[in-house]
């Protein structure tokens, strides 16, 4: 089965850039979206189609993808972005939708 | 602005039966394709399955974990998405949400499908 590879946590302090990578194998012909989770929250999209920002994102998020791998940058990290990011995609013929595991942000 | 609220969970026994309802407001609920979406207690988030809208045939999909046991269906003259969750193991104790399906097209072929917005949640506890 498909799998999305991203690591369990990153760490960063305020105003320094954190970056969430998203792995697979499907990538580079299929988009990557992100969501952010905060704790106790429905998640909320962040990122569309590798790098769009939906209204309402603030700026600072921002998403791009090359080859096998998605990348979602927060740029100045704020304390408010600490949160679970997830990464979604499907495999190349688009049947197995999939979101990565997870990536943990803390800020301070 | 779209809203969409999620019941029915709560407590049931492994093999036992279970119905989530979704009702939605805030956009044309009948020309949208609808999912539900699960994530297990401290765990990560899971597709259970996609209903598209009558007018596209109302065709489901379902994760391989859920397919057999659980039918989504929906009620457009009510604006409600349902969850059927038959069959019932302790792996499925989670929450599940509701959410929209977006799909941007072009010139009559579609290329991005995602999760839009997203209802709150409803837990469901197997035990």
């Known amino acids: 089965s498909y799998e999305l590879t991203q690591p369990p946590s990153v760490s960063v302090s305020p105003g320094q850039t954190a970056r969430i990578t998203c792995s697979g194998d499907?990538?580079?012909?299929?988009?990557a979206y992100w969501y952010q989770q905060r704790s106790g929250q429905a998640p909320v999209l962040v990122i569309s189609?590798?790098?769009k920002r939906p209204s309402g994102i603030p700026e600072r998020f921002s998403g791009s993808s090359s080859g096998t791998t998605a990348t979602l940058t927060i740029s100045g990290a704020q304390v408010d972005d600490e949160a679970d990011y997830y990464c979604y995609s499907t495999d190349s013929g688009g049947n197995q939708r999939v979101f990565g595991g997870g990536t943990k942000l803390t800020v301070l | 602005e779209v809203h969409l609220v999620e019941s029915g969970g709560g407590l049931v026994k492994p093999r036992g039966s279970l119905r989530l309802s979704c009702v939605a407001s805030?956009?044309?609920?009948?020309?949208?394709?609808m999912t539900w979406v699960r994530q297990a207690p401290g765990k990560g988030l899971e597709y259970v399955g996609r209903?598209?809208?009558?007018?596209?045939?109302?065709?489901?999909d379902y994760a391989t974990p859920v397919k057999g046991r659980f039918t989504i269906s929906r009620d457009d003259s009510k604006n409600t998405l349902y969850l059927q969750m038959n069959s019932l193991k302790l792996e499925d104790t989670a929450i599940y949400y509701c959410t929209t399906y977006a799909r941007h097209c072009s010139g009559g072929s579609c290329y991005s499908y995602y999760f839009d917005d997203w209802g709150q949640g409803t837990l469901v506890t197997v035990s």
């Open positions: 189609e590798d790098t």
């Open positions: 499907a990538l580079p012909k299929k988009y």
């Open positions: 805030g956009f044309t609920f009948s020309s949208a394709w």
């Open positions: 209903i598209k809208s009558k007018p596209d045939g109302a065709a489901t």
